[in-house]
């Protein structure tokens, strides 16, 4: 019984585990953008087998961060800020083949930080959508606008078919686990706004040191 409940998604949760992310400084916590992925990856697998594809690839990289968050050198992943400064400075990071430092924090978040960028406008696009719109559709166009560029073709392929089986927009509502759809709406409407603050801060963070395009 126990281990339902902690399977079980919670956009609350994940919304204010996000909020905990951002500093007073906007500086992104690693800790909490790990957290807030771990809600992330129990909402996707509320559906199933649909997005194991990125799930999967999703809980291998949380795996990574958290354990450069409990290792050795802890102290410089307190922040997607400090560990970018920690691995640039150190040599840390594969900047044109993936060679020595395949699992770096830089390479691994991004990974995490594109993702999060499809979760955010799919999501969008549910929150804005009317009855008869089509889940389907939304995830794809989300897709194609985010993740699509940064996959091969087989990868793209498989995608654009498991978006077919998605659930409708009913199903999509019930399990963000919050009420209404009106109560989805609003809680939706709160925490988009955070999600895309931290992708922006991120995004920055990445743009100023070029590691948008890490192999």
């Not at 919304?15 to 007073?24: G, N, Y």
């Not at 400084?25 to 953008?33: G, P």
């Not at 897709?143 to 927009?169: C, D, T, V």
Request: aromatic residues 10%; hydrophobic residues 40%; negative net charge.
């Amino acid at each position: 019984m126990a281990n339902t409940v902690e399977q079980k998604f919670s956009l609350k949760e994940v919304l204010d585990t996000f909020s905990l992310c951002l500093s007073e400084k906007k500086e992104v916590y690693i800790e909490h953008y790990v957290e807030g992925w771990r809600g992330l990856v129990r909402f996707m697998n509320s559906l199933g087998s649909v997005f194991s594809f990125i799930s999967k690839d999703a809980v291998n990289k949380i795996e990574i961060l958290a354990n450069l968050l409990k290792g050795e050198n802890g102290t410089h992943y307190i922040t997607i800020q400090s560990m970018v400064k920690y691995e640039l400075d150190n040599g840390l990071v594969d900047l044109t083949l993936r060679d020595k430092h395949p699992e770096s924090g830089c390479r691994t978040l991004l990974r995490l930080h594109r993702a999060l960028r499809w979760l955010e406008l799919f999501l969008e696009r549910l929150r804005t959508s009317s009855e008869d719109s089509k889940t389907s559709v939304m995830c794809s166009e989300a897709y194609n606008e985010s993740l699509a560029q940064h996959h091969g073709w087989i990868i793209r392929k498989a995608s654009g078919m498991a978006f077919g089986y998605l659930p409708g927009r009913p199903t999509f509502f019930e399990v963000l686990n919050v009420g209404t759809q009106e109560e989805v709406v609003a809680m939706l409407g709160e925490a988009l706004p955070i999600i895309s603050d931290v992708y922006n801060i991120t995004e920055n963070v990445y743009a100023q040191h070029e590691l948008l395009q890490l192999p």
